[in-house]
């Protein structure tokens, strides 16, 4: 079975819990598929953490929560040794991070000590307790939840974590017809809590999920792309409203994103229509806008839109 058949059969699975928000399941449907961590941004009670849950289920990946607060400490997600009065030696006490998929809820509660605890996790898929490493499952993914940054009681991510995460998808209310649909689901006797209830099944094992990743992998790109994609991500280094600009890892997050969306879209090839649909996800949280440009009201989307306008399109 093809990536894209089995995806639209996910996508017929997540309907049963999810109303709408169709442009951020396809774009976490993408993370997995490029195997990348994804940030999704948005006020509390638009499904974020149901999304994870449910797409946890479907992939059948262990899932494992974390709520991330004020004073919760590095041990308290990646683990630590404590010593066993029986044996008389220490032993490991892994934390929530050894799972399949790890929810960071509300990760830009926490302080930037504990948010640092997921870098080398994220990028190596690993976790140093007392100096000895352990590999985590594969794959490891991490989904975090964060309020928008100018709410109370909030720390801003670092930019070196910020660029860990593949994707930062912005979910934001749902259409009237689908926030109406989720009112009647509730008055049914719907819970978000109760996914066996609803129906939400395991459509793709571990295995297949990595034959979907390799097929992915294996989409063909031609040169006039990669060019595309340097020239994008350029773009926002010479941008007299960027100060900090997107990095190399950027283009191969850009270039992964484009290789799982044309999967998705039927087609073992890039075009460039599929570096540009994944540019603001991609892109949004690794560009650094200039004071002056926040204070004329400007935002990354804005910024990146103008850019991606301003290249010309390979044919």
């Known amino acids: 079975m093809s990536v894209a058949s089995t995806i639209r059969e996910i996508r017929e699975e997540v309907r049963k819990v999810i109303a709408g928000q169709d442009a951020a399941v396809e774009q976490v449907l993408v993370g997995i598929l490029a195997n990348g961590h994804v940030l999704l941004e948005g006020v509390p009670g638009v499904a974020k953490t149901l999304l994870v849950r449910t797409v946890s289920r479907i992939f059948s990946l262990e899932y494992g929560r974390t709520q991330f607060t004020p004073d919760l400490m590095p041990s308290d997600v990646i683990g630590t040794m404590i010593f066993d009065p029986k044996s008389g030696d220490f032993v490991l006490r892994r934390g929530p991070i050894f799972v399949g998929v790890l929810l960071a809820d ?19 898929r690993q976790a140093t307790i007392d100096g000895v490493t352990y590999p985590l499952p594969e794959p490891f993914l991490v989904f975090a939840t964060q309020n928008p940054v100018d709410f109370e009681g909030t720390y801003p991510l670092p930019e070196a974590q910020q660029d860990r995460f593949l994707l930062k998808i912005l979910v934001g209310y749902p259409d009237e017809a689908s926030e109406i649909q989720v009112l009647h689901r509730h008055h049914a006797g719907f819970r978000p809590q109760g996914l066996d209830d ?106 990146l839109s103008i850019l991606l306008s301003e290249q010309t399109v390979p044919r």
């Not at 509300?106 to 990028?123: D, F, G």
């Not at 459509?203 to 034959?211: A, D, M, P, T």
């Not at 600009?245 to 044309?262: D, E, F, Q, T, Y």
């Open 106 to 124: 509300e990760i830009n509660r926490t302080p930037p000590k504990t948010q640092a605890a997921l870098l080398e996790a994220m990028e190596e």
């Open 198 to 303: 609803a129906g939400v099944r395991a459509l793709v094992s571990l295995e297949q999920l990595k034959e979907m990743q390799a097929e992915v992998q294996a989409t063909r790109v031609e040169e006039k792309v990669f060019h595309y994609i340097y020239q994008v991500v350029k773009a926002t280094r010479n941008s007299d409203d960027i100060m900090v600009g997107a990095s190399p890892r950027a283009g191969i997050a850009l270039l992964n994103c484009a290789k799982a969306v044309a999967r998705i879209r039927e087609r073992d090839y890039v075009i460039p229509d599929d570096v540009k649909e994944l540019a603001l996800p991609v892109l949004r949280h690794r560009v650094l806008l200039r004071p002056e440009a926040e204070v004329e009201g400007l935002s990354s989307d804005n910024v």
